[in-house]
């Protein structure tokens, strides 16, 4: 079998100068910003360059390619850059000529332009990545005939860092928002590729379910400021991936009682358990399933990550040459909103139907968005919401354990209508008396939750 490099890395150039009069595009080089944003990259990038490993340096000969490869090779200790026409003018054989002389175990790192490196991307990987200026993108090879490559991680300057979002309080909205959303998102890029490649891991699949929802939580407080019809379309995608998570977590939850309750009382540990021989079983194929449609889920992510650097890019643009009316600044916007939440759910929670499942968990839900959105603002509005978040955390605990419960219940009832084992059997009534009693336990004192603790 032969051999394949372990990564190819694209990286667009930084900003470079607007074109003027008469001045040929391939005279343009690198702005003092460009070069400032390249610096932002660099660590992150030369992390994923570790020393044990070998790579090459290529790029297009324009000026403002290739001294965005010279900052790169400079900080990753490298005076050896090779400049190719290929890249220039965006042959795709020129690309695949030079994967093929590339050793096993090394990686090619290639500085260009788009649309090149995004139609390139297209071809080898099946996903259109819009490349933005100083953006890198690290894809595995998996193939050099016909080359294939998987998407593996990305970097640029906006989110190396929370402190590189360089985002303040008079800003537009949308300018605002639209960056916060692209650091989210890319979180989620990340926290996939960790599942995909640990899908055994339970706290893998949990913090991808949990990115996932901070992202939804932070799309949904600006719903009035979007396009309904796009919003609507990017949150039925984020809905989709969160979901496919579901079932998985909820074996897990499952899992975590039933390993729980054994501690508890030693004496059910005493023979191998049935009840957990199943779940494995079960875990193990709905991780399956969902790492067999990994490519759906990375498409949602990339097909998101379009809209956030196309419609609401160009609209968060469009936004800035406008002088801004009272009010909708981020700040002002923001703190408009979490008051208002706070208000509807306090309102919620007077006139919620307790003895309705679906009620307590749409209270949940709202628990949920609220604290998700304070999280991920306090630091830059410096909120002081301390004692809302912990507020919520309090809520969110005491009614994600009820619901945790009765979705467990749910869990065992399907299960026990498949696996007709005797051992399973007796535990899984063990633990569904349990989780009965907890569901009972936890909806009493739902009832007797006293609303005002939560912030004005």
């Given at each position: 079998?032969?051999?394949?490099?372990?990564?190819?890395?694209?990286?667009?150039?930084?900003?470079?100068?607007?074109?003027?009069?008469?001045?040929?595009?391939?005279?343009?080089?690198?702005?003092?910003?460009?070069?400032?944003?390249?610096?932002?990259?660099?660590?992150?990038?030369?992390?994923?360059?570790?020393?044990?490993?070998?790579?090459?340096?290529?790029?297009?000969?324009?000026?403002?390619?290739?001294?965005?490869?010279?900052?790169?090779?400079?900080?990753?200790?490298?005076?050896?850059?090779?400049?190719?026409?290929?890249?220039?003018?965006?042959?795709?054989?020129?690309?695949?000529?030079?994967?093929?002389?590339?050793?096993?175990?090394?990686?090619?790192?290639?500085?260009?332009?788009?649309?090149?490196?995004?139609?390139?991307?297209?071809?080898?990987?099946?996903?259109?990545?819009?490349?933005?200026?100083?953006?890198?993108?690290?894809?595995?090879?998996?193939?050099?005939e016909p080359l294939r490559a998987w998407p593996a991680w990305m970097i640029t300057p906006e989110t190396a860092g929370l402190r590189d979002m360089d985002i303040e309080g008079g800003q537009p909205v949308l300018c605002a928002f639209q960056k916060i959303l692209r650091f989210k998102l890319r979180g989620i890029f990340q926290m996939l590729q960790k599942f995909l490649d640990h899908p055994e891991d339970p706290e893998?699949?949990?913090?991808?379910?949990?990115?996932?929802?901070?992202?939804?939580?932070?799309?949904?407080?600006?719903?009035?400021?979007?396009?309904?019809?796009?919003?609507?379309?990017?949150?039925?995608?984020?809905?989709?991936?969160?979901?496919?998570?579901?079932?998985?977590?909820?074996?897990?939850?499952?899992?975590?009682?039933?390993?729980?309750?054994?501690?508890?009382?030693?004496?059910?540990?005493?023979?191998?358990?049935?009840?957990?021989?199943?779940?494995?079983?079960e875990r193990q194929r709905e991780q399956a399933e969902i790492c067999g449609g990994a490519e759906m889920m990375l498409s949602a992510v990339f097909d998101i990550w379009n809209w956030l650097n196309g419609d609401l890019a160009a609209e968060a643009e469009e936004a800035k040459g406008q002088k801004q009316k009272q009010g909708q600044t981020f700040e002002d916007f923001s703190r408009k909103r979490i008051g208002s939440?706070?208000?509807?759910?306090?309102?919620?929670?007077?006139?919620?139907?307790?003895?309705?499942?679906?009620?307590?968990?749409?209270?949940?839900?709202?628990?949920?968005?609220?604290?998700?959105?304070?999280?991920?603002?306090?630091?830059?509005?410096?909120?002081?919401?301390?004692?809302?978040?912990?507020?919520?955390?309090?809520?969110?605990?005491?009614?994600?354990?009820?619901?945790?419960?009765?979705?467990?219940?749910?869990?065992?009832?399907?299960?026990?209508?498949?696996?007709?084992?005797?051992?399973?059997?007796?535990?899984?009534?063990?633990?569904?008396?349990?989780?009965?009693?907890?569901?009972?336990?936890?909806?009493?004192?739902?009832?007797?939750?006293?609303?005002?603790?939560?912030?004005?």
């Amino acid at each position: 079998m032969t051999e394949t490099p372990g990564e190819l890395i694209l990286i667009r150039h930084g900003r470079a100068t607007p074109r003027q009069g008469t001045e040929l595009d391939a005279q343009r080089e690198l702005t003092k910003r460009g070069r400032e944003e390249l610096e932002k990259i660099l660590p992150e990038l030369s992390a994923h360059l570790n020393s044990a490993s070998q790579f090459q340096l290529g790029t297009s000969p324009l000026p403002r390619a290739f001294q965005t490869a010279e900052i790169i090779g400079r900080y990753l200790g490298t005076d050896k850059i090779e400049q190719f026409d290929w890249i220039a003018q965006g042959e795709y054989t020129g690309l695949q000529e030079r994967l093929k002389n590339l050793k096993p175990s090394s990686s090619l790192v290639i500085v260009g332009h788009e649309p090149h490196l995004g139609r390139w991307s297209r071809q080898f990987s099946g996903f259109t990545v819009p490349f933005k200026k100083a953006m890198a993108v690290g894809f595995r090879v998996t193939s050099l005939e016909p080359l294939r490559a998987w998407p593996a991680w990305m970097i640029t300057p906006e989110t190396a860092g929370l402190r590189d979002m360089d985002i303040e309080g008079g800003q537009p909205v949308l300018c605002a928002f639209q960056k916060i959303l692209r650091f989210k998102l890319r979180g989620i890029f990340q926290m996939l590729q960790k599942f995909l490649d640990h899908p055994e891991d339970p706290e893998t699949a949990h913090q991808l379910r949990v990115s996932i929802r901070a992202f939804r939580s932070l799309l949904s407080f600006i719903r009035p400021k979007l396009d309904q019809m796009q919003y609507q379309h990017v949150q039925l995608q984020t809905k989709k991936l969160s979901q496919r998570l579901g079932r998985l977590r909820e074996i897990d939850i499952l899992k975590w009682e039933w390993l729980k309750l054994r501690k508890t009382y030693p004496e059910l540990t005493r023979k191998k358990s049935a009840l957990l021989a199943v779940l494995e079983t079960e875990r193990q194929r709905e991780q399956a399933e969902i790492c067999g449609g990994a490519e759906m889920m990375l498409s949602a992510v990339f097909d998101i990550w379009n809209w956030l650097n196309g419609d609401l890019a160009a609209e968060a643009e469009e936004a800035k040459g406008q002088k801004q009316k009272q009010g909708q600044t981020f700040e002002d916007f923001s703190r408009k909103r979490i008051g208002s939440g706070i208000k509807k759910t306090a309102a919620y929670l007077k006139t919620a139907d307790y003895t309705d499942f679906s009620n307590i968990h749409g209270l949940r839900i709202q628990f949920k968005k609220l604290r998700y959105v304070l999280k991920e603002l306090d630091p830059l509005l410096h909120l002081k919401s301390k004692g809302s978040i912990k507020s919520f955390e309090a809520l969110q605990d005491l009614f994600g354990s009820y619901c945790d419960a009765e979705r467990n219940l749910a869990l065992l009832n399907e299960l026990n209508g498949r696996y007709a084992d005797p051992a399973f059997c007796f535990e899984s009534g063990i633990l569904w008396g349990h989780q009965t009693f907890t569901a009972g336990e936890k909806l009493e004192k739902i009832k007797n939750f006293d609303g005002r603790i939560l912030p004005a």
